[in-house]
């Protein structure tokens, strides 16, 4: 059984730091590509990272801010998010993939975690 938990989220001031795990068990990642998106209350869900055969992306909003890693054989990936707003005040998801069409699109993943808070106060 494919599960992904994530976990750090938490409160933190305006200006500072968070680092996201996404721990995935179940069958082996390393091949898959693997996501981190966010959805704030009354929005929809929105790409924030991802890590492909090819390199990482990352969505406009946090480029120059946050940073996404993995560890293949812990079958973790990370997220680091520095220089934090209160804009980036959602829930963080993680999503993992064999073979996903288009990276950044949500319906491009089959697999999910269940979520971790994160709130920024101004």
């Known amino acids: 059984q494919v599960q992904l938990v994530e976990s750090g989220g938490g409160l933190v001031q305006a200006g500072g730091s968070l680092r996201l795990s996404c721990a995935a068990s179940g069958r082996t990642f390393s091949s898959y590509v693997m996501g981190w998106f966010r959805q704030a209350p009354g929005r929809e869900r929105e790409f924030v990272a991802s890590?492909?055969?090819?390199?990482?992306l990352y969505g406009d909003s946090v480029k120059g801010r946050f940073t996404m890693s993995r560890d293949a054989f812990q079958n973790t990936n990370y997220l680091e998010m520095n220089r934090l707003k209160p804009e980036d005040t959602a829930v963080y998801y993680c999503a993992a993939d064999p073979n996903p069409r288009n990276p950044i699109l949500v319906l491009s993943y089959g697999y999910w975690g269940q979520g971790t808070q994160v709130t920024v106060s101004s």
């Open positions: 890590i492909t055969w090819s390199g990482t």
